[in-house]
Every structure is written in structure tokens, then in C-alpha cells.
DNA sequence: TTGAAAGCGCTAACAG
DNA sequence: CTGTTAGCGCTTTCAA
């Protein structure tokens, strides 16, 4: 098939079509690149008739204007970089797609930063912004990609995690002692008193604060705390397998777990089952984070739940305000949990095995 | 506090400095911009003494060469579209990690477009890589955004999907009606007869090849195919419930179920459960997928692993062969699946409720 | 409402 | 090994 344009006396192929810039469709339509440059981004700006004129010639060349030369004169790119440890883990998923909804309905995009944990590929990132290829970051661990600039506030940032108390960086998140004391007094007043803890890695601030809560709970209802009962391992099933192993072998009568997320208990259950342990009339579970697959548990879980989806679109709009120069008045903002009792909990029972 | 820089008898604030460019630097150092620009990209071409007068007047300053200047040149952005229907999506989120990872290791990053299976999104992704703001675009969904210019192998694109015939299109993929007859064969080899299934939604060419093999598997073992046995539904827990409610309620006494994804299976156990239907004693499930929970179900999943990894590191990296002018030799790529015994199928025993 | 013209920051010939 | 120079494609005053 024969294929050519015929353009200002020569012939171009479809090839040489796909390079046409805005002068050249200035040149077509017969206007300059300027009345070109403004139909296609403030059309209300141009009058119907040469709006007409342009869009035609572009659409017989089938011409898009480039970002590139735009975001080079703007200095903006209209890219985020949203950092997760990894987008496999069904927290985290909810969260960046909430961004993602949020980033696109103000015109922007979304560079998907898996990091698995790795401060390297952290930095990397974070470089990103430095080299304009994005315009601002989001970080959903608890690590900050330790640039002086985001501190100095030169370079838009948000975190949705606790890291170390900085007051410098705009953070959204949760109120990890509240959910921690939370799901503790659900056991409590089921009767446990005896609860072990499966905790994620000892150092997040997330971790530190949840424990916190329970230690709170615990003391209100004057039970001394006893360190023996609580776990350390990762945010993940495997390890929370693990982590209900150690228990069972350790405790072998325990009456109550509270794992500090959902996929640790699924974990959990799944040892739980393979022991013969009933839940929860055997034993009663309780965790964070309301995942969707929670409620599809054998048995459904009861947890506190997290707003990933309001985490992800108030801290990406956070972030565009920033980045838009409308800095938001608050520095911290924390969303509402909501404790979801499912079936995975039941009243403290003495033990019959 | 007070921050300055002194630069060629003038004095610079820390915000000024943010904005230094490339001739800054060249300045600075006293070599030319050229210079700079090589000490960043191609150290090797340069001096080691030089290269160390630039870069520690970079270091000075701050300088981070910006992209933008940098894409617009090359007319490359180095973004790549990642479209999935639901980054949320276990199946897809292991995908798209891996697809990052690829990415990553050759220079690319990810603009993470989640769909929602939305067409306008869809189109409205595509056309990031017609204005450059992308290099190329991977679709791990069963609809192309149907522009010519990619069809015309004028835009890099890679399908993850067997998508309606197209040989213009590079396409990784599984052999679905291999899988379906895989997993059809499991079941009639444990004794079972009538086998309900549950695909996903009837018009996805995926869901029409498995169905396929589970026809050509019935088939061989001379058992008629039963349409009343097969519920359309979506890849999804709370549709999967749904469709075994009816199924329980449309033929009590089923003995095997096939789901077209374990995400479905979720949704079937969790109503078998509560009905109290033994699996595998009563019933057998199968599925495909095994995303990383199956194996934490109860029972853990029998399922068909599809290989999620290496389906988004090829696609990806073919994807980059492309964009970098190295076209791959095959047009479509067939990836191993199999077969993963676990406990939720068993011999068919009569029944007794 | 439209046009002329000056860059945005960088790269890549080409020349030395 | 280093410098000069001409753009890449677009936006945006400013002037008409």
C-alpha cells in the first residue's frame, strides 16, 4: 500500500509524518506555532475557526504534540514516584492504586517504585525528583531516602508511614498506638488474658507504636507484661507461619494472637489449621489492616481496618498540592481505623485439648 | 542560619543553586558544557583530573544533571506504560514487580497505569508513548487501545495476552488450552465425571481457551460436554462466591469444581466452607494461577502455576529490544505452565450428605 | 486573537 | 581528550 502526505510541495511517508513537530503543523494549517501551542492547551484562548484550521492539519497527520519539549520548558514532568517495598503485598496494592486514581484525575502519572526494602534502589528514586524526571515522591516505607533537599523542603515529598518524628515532612497515616490498644481490649474483653504478639521487623516505627498500644491495654487492665509473649518476623505469610510454629511450640495452651497484619495471620491460621487448633474456639486471632481477602478467611478475620484507599488519594493530593505550590496546612494527618469484627475472635474458653 | 554559594563573583542563594544548569557547572569548573555532560554519562571519555573538577563542583552545588534537558535531545524518555486492569489483582501485581525489576536493570522506569478496565484510560495511557512520554507500552489486558500507529509498528508495544489474533503485535503468553486440558485431565484422573467450572468472563479469549481444554480433555475421555456446568462470572473472590452459591444450589451432589483463578477458588471455599461441603473429601477444586496465597488456603490450592515472573520480566525486556531497535526474532512467545498438587482435589468418592 | 522570537537544559556532531 | 555550536519541541512574554 502506498502511503504519503503532501505537504508545503513534498512528500513525506508515514514514518516522516510520526516526526512532524508544531511548527510543521503551523506551517500546514497556516498560523504560527504559538496559535498551535495554544489550541491544543488553552483552545478557549483561540477562535473556533483557526482552532478548526490546526486540529484538522493534526489530525491528518496524525500529530500529538511531545510532553518532552513541554516539560522542558515548564521544568515539570507531571510524573510521581510512589515508593512501596512491594506492590505484591495486598496492603500496599490498595494504596498505590488509590494514588494512581488520584494522580490521574489532576494530570498526572505514576512511576511505580517497587524497592523491596532496598535502600539503593530508594535513593535511586528519590533522584528522580532531583533530576526533574518526576516532579515529587511519595514514600510508603519507613525509611526516608536520606537527601537533604526533600528536608530542606526544596523538593516535594510525603511520607504515609511514622519514620522517626520529622516535622519537617508531611506525613499521613494511622494512629498506630490507638489500633494497637484497640484490637488488644477486643481479647481482653473476650476474656484473654494471655495474648502473644506477632509483630513485623522490631525497628518500624509502626511495630514500636502497636506494641505500645497493647502494652497500654494491658496495663489498664492491670496484666503485667510479659516480653516472652511477643514475636518478631516479617510482614509476610511465610513468616507469620513461622512465627505461629514458635508459638504453638512454645505455648501450647495460648488462648489469644494478635498479629500486627493480615497476611501475618493468614500465616498464622494456616499453622493453626494444620495443628488442629480450632479457631477461635481454641484460639482467638486478631489482626490490622483489613485486606480484601480478610473476609474470605477460613475463618474471616477480625482486624482493624486501615484506609488504604483514603491514605493514597489524601497523601497523593497532598503531595500535588505541594508540588502545585498550595501547601496544605497540616503537617500530620491522621485517618480513622475501625476495628471489623469477623470470626476469627471468640469468648476465652479454659483449654480442653 | 546562612547559606550561600559564591560563584564567579556572585553570590547564590540555596534556591538559586537548585537551579543551576549544565553551563553553571562547566562554568564553575572551568571546562566546557560538553565536558560536564560527558563526565556524567560517559566518565570514560574523560580525564580522570577533569572528570574529578567537574564532579566536585557538581558535588558543590548539588547539580544533578536534569533529564528533561536530556530526554527532549534524545527524543527518548525512557518510560515505559505498564497497563494492568487492577494492580490490586494477585495475579497481575507479581507481573508488573517483575516487569519494574527489568525495567530497572536496563535503565527504564515504570509509569503504572491501573485501568480499571476502562477503555478511555486505556487509550488515554496509549497515547503517552504517541507524545513521548513513553517509550513503549505493555498491555496485560485483553483490550488494545486501538490506534494504528501501533499497529503500524511505528509505536513499541508488547501484549501479555493472547488478545484476538494479531501476528503484528509481539505477545508472551501461556498456552491456555494447554492448562485447561491440564487441569480437566487432573480431575477426570481422580475419578471425577462432572466437572462444574467457572471461568471468567465469557467474551476473554483466555477464558474461551481454557474452556476449550477442558472440552478437548472431556472429550478424550468420551464424557459429553454439559454447558449447564459452566458459570461465567469475573476473576474475582466476591464473584466466585457467588457463582458456587449457584452452583451448590443448581446441582447439590457436585463432585469437582474448575475455576479459571484462584482468586475465584478463594470465593468458591469460602462458600463451601460455610455450607459445609468438606473439600477435597466432598469436593475437589482446581484452579489456575497459583498466586502466593494458594498455598495458604484451606486447603491449600491444586492449582496451575502460570509463570508471573518471567511472563513480566520477557515481556518486559522484549518490549526494551524494541524500543531499542533490536527486534526479537518470534512474534509470539508460549511460557510453561504447571501443574501444582496440593489438597483441595481428591478421588472421587459417591456421595453421602 | 495572533505572531515573532527567545530560550528551557541537554547532547552530539564536528573540529581541534 | 576537550570545546564550539546547533538544535531537540515546546511555551511564553511581548508586541501587533
Redo the contacts with the bound molecule.
Keep these: 500500500m502506498l502511503w504519503f502526505m503532501l505537504i508545503n510541495h513534498s512528500i513525506l511517508s508515514r514514518a516522516q509524518v510520526a ?1 512532524l ?3 510543521d503543523i503551523a506551517l500546514i494549517a497556516g ?5 498551535v ?2 489550541a ?2 488553552e483552545p478557549q ?3 473556533q ?2 482552532r478548526d484550521k490546526v486540529m484538522l492539519a493534526a489530525k491528518n497527520v496524525g500529530f500529538t ?2 510532553s ?3 516539560s ?4 515539570r514532568s507531571y510524573n510521581i514516584v510512589v515508593l512501596v517495598p512491594d506492590i505484591t503485598n495486598p496492603y500496599f496494592s490498595p494504596i498505590v492504586r488509590a494514588m494512581e486514581q488520584a494522580a490521574n484525575a489532576r494530570g498526572y502519572s505514576v512511576l511505580l517504585g517497587d524497592t523491596q526494602d532496598c535502600p539503593d534502589r530508594e535513593r535511586s528514586y528519590a533522584k528522580m525528583v532531583k533530576s526533574k524526571q518526576a516532579d515529587g515522591i511519595i514514600i510508603n516505607s519507613q525509611r526516608l531516602p536520606l537527601d537533604l533537599d526533600f528536608e530542606q523542603e526544596l523538593l516535594p515529598i510525603v511520607s504515609t508511614s511514622e519514620l522517626v518524628e520529622n516535622d519537617r515532612i508531611y506525613r499521613i497515616g494511622v494512629d498506630n498506638i490507638a489500633i494497637g490498644k484497640l484490637a488488644t481490649e477486643h481479647l481482653l474483653a473476650l476474656g484473654h488474658t494471655r495474648i502473644a504478639v506477632v509483630s513485623g521487623n522490631e525497628p518500624l516505627r509502626s511495630c514500636q507504636d502497636r506494641l505500645l498500644g497493647y502494652k497500654l491495654a494491658l496495663a489498664e487492665a492491670n496484666i503485667a507484661f510479659d516480653p516472652a509473649l511477643v514475636y518478631y518476623t516479617q510482614y509476610s505469610t511465610a513468616t507469620g507461619a513461622k512465627a505461629a510454629e514458635k508459638i504453638v511450640a512454645d505455648i501450647p495452651n495460648i488462648s489469644a494472637i494478635f498479629s500486627f497484619g493480615d497476611l501475618i495471620s493468614i500465616g498464622i491460621l494456616h499453622v493453626l489449621h494444620k495443628m488442629n487448633y480450632q479457631v477461635p474456639q481454641q484460639v482467638s486471632l486478631i489482626s490490622i489492616d483489613d485486606i480484601s481477602l480478610a473476609m474470605y478467611c477460613t475463618p474471616p478475620l477480625t482486624t482493624v481496618a486501615q484506609p488504604m484507599n483514603t491514605l493514597g488519594e489524601l497523601s497523593m493530593n497532598t503531595l500535588i498540592d505541594l508540588i502545585e505550590k498550595k501547601p496544605p496546612e497540616r503537617k500530620l494527618t491522621l485517618l480513622a481505623h475501625k476495628l471489623i469484627c469477623r470470626e476469627s475472635t471468640g469468648q476465652y474458653k479454659p483449654y480442653t485439648r
Design positions: 516526526k513537530n508544531i511548527n498560523v504560527s506555532n504559538a496559535t501551542s495554544r491544543f492547551r484562548k483561540v477562535s475557526k483557526t504534540p511531545s518532552l519539549g513541554a522542558l520548558k515548564q521544568g
